[in-house]
């Protein structure tokens, strides 16, 4: 598996991204798998997941498509949960962090396994509400809540997680006279350093969210005298696809030490939440700690701290995106048309492209791929993997050691379930992938693919440019 091929590449094939099958389906961590945890390979020599023949889903479902695995899903939410139950004497929650991916299937199966969800929109509140999630376990973030999305949260009594001095102000008058408090939560910005891209820390001083140090007494002194607001708890989140768990750490002192201080200014505080962040294994070379590693260290940490600083134990709550469903979905092309610059590269193209996955042109992400109709057969070839927009930068994968390909193969990119549907466009009016849930060989669609119709649906003509074609 490790010899050099003629081009010199290695020669190995997509069977080195399975789960080892050794352990059993509980005790691997999902965010440390490349591919599902059901992934496996057939007589055919076809990929299967979820007991599904991934050629067959193209077939019947159409391509690109997301396919999304149940069990790797479910596994997930059941290590945090029950790694929480071991570690952390007192009360938990885990909240799924929607932004990964919010849709209602997704927000359905995470509170099936008892997770509440946290939302950062209307949007996102209005989905995990239709999926029927309870509304005492959302939680509302945000650094610029609308009027309307506060107006929703308070209305459906999910607990709001204020930002800064504006949005204080704001529910204060929303608020005004009212006999029920409303429950808010404060988020804190820690001052913690992480080493992820730029782009997705949010725990040093210099960003966007939350309250600084600084501010911290000012509005603990300012909270605790609006009668209608009850503040449960402090928030802070430090960054994502984070692999070192030392600032969970470093940040679990600096919440008790905030904690202690809200409690001295009379809050009612009794929950911490720690935010999410850890990370996943897109390639050989990610080495995530396991999500039970960060438990333990989140909840040790808190537990420690609460002890050398003489505060009681909170309520913990944290909140996993990534490593709740990023590895649980692969998505499937077609692969198309080819261009080979002789010496410099060779390209690949496939059906879909930065509409479906954005994070590579966003984060210089890197994802792996697999010929799921040829899982056993050697690389023998180093191409680029493009996609099919009008954008040189539209590039999946830039150095992927795949077998050689033919047109109608289907390529499958692995770990694409955080952060690809939602952030996902119609740039270039492609429609958007319908995604499908597999679960010991069943196949459920969970979100329809768009239609040329779906993507007129809100374009208006006036009249008078009708009136004016030639
Ligand atoms: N809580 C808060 C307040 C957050 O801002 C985030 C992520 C999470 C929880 C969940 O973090 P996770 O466990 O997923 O790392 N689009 C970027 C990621 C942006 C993360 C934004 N906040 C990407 O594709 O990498």
Not at 170 to 198: F, K, N, V, W
Not at 337 to 352: L, M
């Amino acid at each position: 598996m490790v010899s050099t091929g003629p081009v010199g590449v290695r020669k190995n094939s997509g069977l080195q991204y399975l789960p080892s099958a050794s352990a059993g389906l509980e005790t691997r961590s999902p965010n440390q798998e490349i591919l599902p945890l059901t992934a496996r390979v057939n007589d055919q020599d076809h990929l299967e997941i979820g007991g599904c023949d991934v050629a067959t889903l193209v077939k019947q479902f159409g391509s690109p498509l997301y396919i999304v695995d149940e069990e790797t899903l479910r596994t997930a939410c059941r290590q945090y949960c029950s790694a929480f139950s071991r570690y952390y004497p007192k009360e938990t929650l885990v909240l799924y962090a929607s932004k990964a991916w919010s849709c209602m299937a997704i927000c359905a199966i995470v509170a099936s396994e008892g997770l509440g969800v946290d939302v950062v929109s209307g949007g996102e509140l209005y989905t995990a509400l239709q999926a029927g999630v309870s509304a005492d376990k959302i939680y509302l973030h945000g650094n610029n809540k609308s009027q309307e999305e506060l107006q929703l949260a308070i209305a459906t009594g999910c607990t709001i997680v204020v930002d800064n001095w504006q949005e204080l102000h704001d529910l204060t008058e929303m608020t005004a006279g009212s006999s029920q408090p409303i429950r808010i939560m404060l988020r804190l910005t820690p001052g913690i350093e992480c080493h992820t891209h730029e782009y997705i820390r949010t725990g040093h001083l210099d960003n966007k969210f939350g309250f600084a140090p600084e501010q911290i007494e000012e509005v603990f002194n300012l909270v605790s005298q609006q009668q209608s607001l009850k503040c449960i708890g402090l928030h802070a989140h430090i960054g994502s696809q984070i692999f070192e768990l030392q600032p969970h750490e470093d940040l679990a002192v600096v919440l008790v030490q905030w904690f202690k201080k809200a409690i001295a200014c009379g809050l009612p505080v009794t929950e911490i939440n720690v935010g999410g962040g850890l990370g996943i294994r897109y390639t050989e070379a990610d080495d995530p700690p396991s999500i039970e590693a960060w438990v333990r260290t989140v909840s040790t940490a808190i537990v420690k701290a609460c002890s050398e600083q003489q505060v009681p134990l909170p309520k913990l709550l944290c909140e996993p995106g990534r490593s709740l469903i990023g590895s649980s979905t692969v998505t499937a092309y077609r692969v198309g048309s080819e261009k080979s610059i002789p010496g410099i590269r060779k390209y690949i193209s496939v059906d879909g492209g930065m509409s479906d996955n954005p994070r590579p042109i966003t984060y210089q992400a890197v994802y792996r791929a697999v010929l799921a109709n040829r899982m056993s057969e050697p690389a023998t070839e180093i191409v680029t993997i493009a996609g099919k927009h009008c954008e040189s930068g539209d590039i999946l994968i830039k150095d992927a050691q795949l077998p050689k390909t033919q047109p109608g193969d289907i390529l499958v990119v692995m770990g694409t379930g955080a952060y690809n549907y939602s952030m996902a466009s119609n740039y270039n009016r492609l429609p958007r992938l319908a995604a499908v849930l597999v679960k010991d060989g069943e196949s459920n669609l969970i979100l329809q693919r768009e239609t040329y119709q779906d993507l007129i649906k809100q374009d208006r003509l006036p009249e008078r440019l009708l009136a004016n074609m030639q």
